[in-house]
């Protein structure tokens, strides 16, 4: 921690077993990391790994079994304000009878717009950042995936926040859709912007990361800069040494 400023994201030792009719399922075990203020972190793993649970319980969605979460250096705590953040759940489905500018409009005005106001100007500004200015009146019924997931990130965007916690940002996306997606994630983080995110790609979102988090069932194998996690596998193709880390784990 930097003398006097504590971690915008601190997780201690979060555990999480749910409890399933067929037995206990443990998702997270003795799970801790710190998000620095403007870095970018991604929590990679395979599906099932755990990162949406971690991301939960990050959000305050889910409590965990053991453990805690502070932000900004304070505990999470039911109905108590939290610090401003942007978030971009999994299954981002929004309101399918509302166009792309009025359910985004209607994220501004609820992130502090005023009804008439700068509302709709900073909703067709984040389009723009997003890649979706094309399509303000399309339905959100009619929208392909890609198009989805981009109106999920201005709504993530729309308060201005200066976390965003965002659960596989490229999801769905096809490769040119996915680069135009890091590109506004790397703009974001040029604004000072600190971002945890999860991705089973790794390869993918190599570019964007200060730091990795590796996570297999439920544990977090390595955290650090790329280059160490190319170092610890002595490859330096990710998506090797992700195969290799993920291989290890389970034998
Ligand atoms: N609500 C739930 N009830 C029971 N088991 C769950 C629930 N959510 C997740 N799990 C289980 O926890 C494990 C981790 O899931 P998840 O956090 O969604 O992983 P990831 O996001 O890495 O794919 C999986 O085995 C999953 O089946
Ligand atoms: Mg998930």
């Known amino acids: 921690m930097t003398e006097g400023k504590p971690h915008i994201i601190e997780a201690i030792s979060l555990g999480k077993t749910y409890k399933k009719r067929e037995g206990p399922v443990e998702a997270l075990r ?46 999470l705590q039911p109905a108590m304000p939290r610090p ?3 978030y971009l759940p999994e299954n981002f489905r929004p309101n399918p009878n509302l166009t792309v500018l009025e359910y985004v409009k209607f994220q501004c005005d609820l992130a ?22 094309r399509f ?30 965002l659960d596989e940002p490229t999801s769905g996306l096809d490769p040119v859709g996915k680069s135009e997606v890091i590109e506004v994630l790397l703009a974001m983080k040029q604004r000072g912007k600190t971002i945890f995110f999860c991705s089973h790609i790794l390869s993918e979102v190599e570019r964007l990361c200060d730091r990795i988090g590796i996570l297999v069932d439920g544990a977090l194998r390595f955290l650090g800069p790329t280059e160490g996690f190319k170092r610890k596998w002595e490859s330096s193709d990710l998506d090797e040494c992700f195969k290799r880390e993920v291989q290890w784990a389970k034998s």
């Open 84 to 86: 401003a953040i942007g």
């Open 30 to 75: 003795e799970f801790s990391l710190q998000v620095e203020g403007g870095e970018i972190l991604g929590l990679l793993g395979p599906n099932g790994a755990g990162k949406t649970t971690a991301v939960k319980i990050i959000m305050g969605f889910i409590s965990p079994s053991s453990g805690r979460v502070l932000l900004n250096g304070c505990p």
């Open 136 to 165: 303000p009146n399309r339905r959100i019924s009619d929208l392909s995936k890609g198009m989805g997931q981009r109106v999920g990130l201005a709504q993530a965007f729309s308060g201005d926040p200066e976390l965003l916690i």
């Open 112 to 133: 502090g717009g005023s009804i008439n106001g700068p509302g709709k100007s900073r909703a067709l500004n984040l389009l723009n950042l997003v890649g979706m200015d």
